[in-house]
């Protein structure tokens, strides 16, 4: 069984569920694909009654919901919380500004008039990961449904009674039947999905590997097509940086979620003239940070994922020591029960070292020295991810000068608050293309097509 709700803080199973059968996929695809027909030609404003209602119900249901994640996937409550109510935001900012994102573009050519408009294309598959269960499903169906296409998603294994509650929200909200297809289906079929004709288009967020193996796919069969994958963000701390500033974001950036964020701050490049104070800031800010139950408001420091998570983990690090790095602290799993790893510090990494290119989704952070600003440069960007990153300084010119060397899709400046409804979120390299969010987020799934009219006489 490939879909069970298994709580990390304990073990324990709570929950098995079967897979689809090709009959009831097939259905599925085929009400759906019914759906468009009819969706496709609602108003903006009837579209934005069924988004902004599950938006209003997420509010209404927002402790059921941040429960049922924690139990799944160990995210700390009051993460939980807060992760419901930014999904809740987003539909709402979609239902009130899809229809002026999409509207008629005038274009102005040499000759007669000429205008840009946005249809949408039809049943769009989306996979989805587990490390923010209703945030990402809420980032997909927002733009794409107001935009006149239907969703079929298929949700991260470990996640799936997060993935029927919020396909529940749908039909409490009145959506028509196949509007948004929760689909617990097997790898295989999802390949299936991908290769039939009436699926127009495909977003994947998830690794690096799944991204290339769906990417291909979707290309083999000309669909379009967006990925957000990994990522290996770096934090650069310049030399004139607010230094108990920058720790409480360097503290935030890498354990938020337990570290399992894509975008999280995971390589610390700090130069020399603060380097000492900020390692010991540093560590002493993650050894404060206590294991408990993610249900409890108190508890700072949350289980990952799964077992399986915490365990290759483990192995990353004792790769990365093997291969010269040094253990400043951490390295271990936390001793409880449940799946807790000890926050983690890593430090004289050379290129050589298999944990240089390696991205670690969890609580463990890599520790950089730079004599200069040039060398954190040319170390943040000698990277195969190129998701997002952060410039600590307090000169601002300086940070965005920093800002725009760096090749990632983003760059935060004293900050790394990675993510709005109002902003685009995306990376280049092995991280992905394609935006989400923002005004971007909505145009990845849409007919972006010419009409031009001239005045009627001979060509020419």
């Known amino acids: 069984m490939s879909y069970q709700s298994v709580n990390p803080f304990d073990g324990q199973t709570l929950k098995i569920f079967d897979e689809l059968n090709n009959r009831q996929l097939e259905k599925a695809i085929a009400v759906a694909t019914t759906c468009y027909e009819t969706w496709r030609h609602k ?164 690794s690096v590997e799944a991204g290339r193996s769906v990417a291909a ?100 690090v004792d790769a990365a020591v093997a291969h010269g790095a040094r253990l400043v602290m951490g390295g271990q799993r936390v001793d409880r029960p449940g799946s807790f790893m000890q926050p983690t510090i890593l430090t004289e990494i050379r290129p050589d070292n298999p944990a240089y290119r390696e991205e670690f989704f969890g609580p463990v952070a890599l520790f950089f020295r730079v004599k200069n600003e040039e060398e954190a440069i040319s170390l943040a960007n000698d990277s195969d991810f190129g998701l997002g990153g952060s410039v600590f300084t307090q000169d601002v010119a300086r940070g965005k000068r920093v800002a725009s060397r760096i090749a990632t899709g983003m760059v935060f400046i004293n900050n790394i608050d990675w993510s709005d409804a109002e902003l685009p979120f995306g990376g280049i390299k092995d991280s992905g293309y394609g935006r989400e969010l923002g005004d971007m987020g909505i145009q990845q799934f849409v007919n972006k097509k010419l009409v031009r009219t001239v005045t009627l006489g001979a060509p020419g």
């Open 43 to 206: 108003s903006y404003a009837e579209r934005a009654g069924v988004v902004a209602k599950v938006g209003a119900l997420m509010k209404k249901h927002a402790q059921e919901l941040a429960r049922t994640m924690t139990l799944e996937m160990g995210k700390r409550t009051s993460e939980a919380q807060g992760e419901v109510a930014f999904s809740a935001r987003i539909l709402a900012y979609y239902a009130k500004n899809a229809e002026r994102f999409l509207a008629p573009q005038k274009l102005h050519p040499v000759h007669g008039e000429a205008h840009m408009e946005s249809s949408p294309i039809g049943v769009i598959f989306c996979v989805e990961p587990w490390n923010f269960p209703y945030y990402q499903l809420a980032r997909i169906a927002g733009p794409h449904l107001m935009a006149g296409n239907v969703l079929m998603v298929k949700h991260a294994g470990i996640v799936p009674q997060c993935a029927m509650a919020f396909e529940k929200l749908w039909t409490e909200a009145g959506a028509p039947v196949g509007l948004y297809t929760n689909l617990l289906i097997s790898h295989a079929q999802a390949e299936r999905v991908i290769d039939d004709p009436r699926i127009k288009g495909v977003a994947l967020t998830g």
């Open 217 to 316: 796919r979707a290309g083999r069969n000309l669909k379009v097509s967006s990925m957000e994958l990994g990522g290996s963000d770096a934090f650069i701390v310049l030399d004139d940086a607010d230094l108990e500033h920058t720790i409480k974001w360097a503290v935030w950036g890498r354990m938020y979620n337990t570290g399992q964020t894509c975008c999280a701050a995971k390589r610390f490049i700090v130069a020399e003239k603060l380097a000492n104070r900020f390692l010991e800031k540093f560590q002493a800010a993650l050894s404060a940070l206590e294991a408990g139950d993610p249900l409890d408001e108190k508890t700072t420091l949350g289980p990952l994922s799964t077992e399986s998570a915490l365990l290759g983990l483990l192995k990353q």
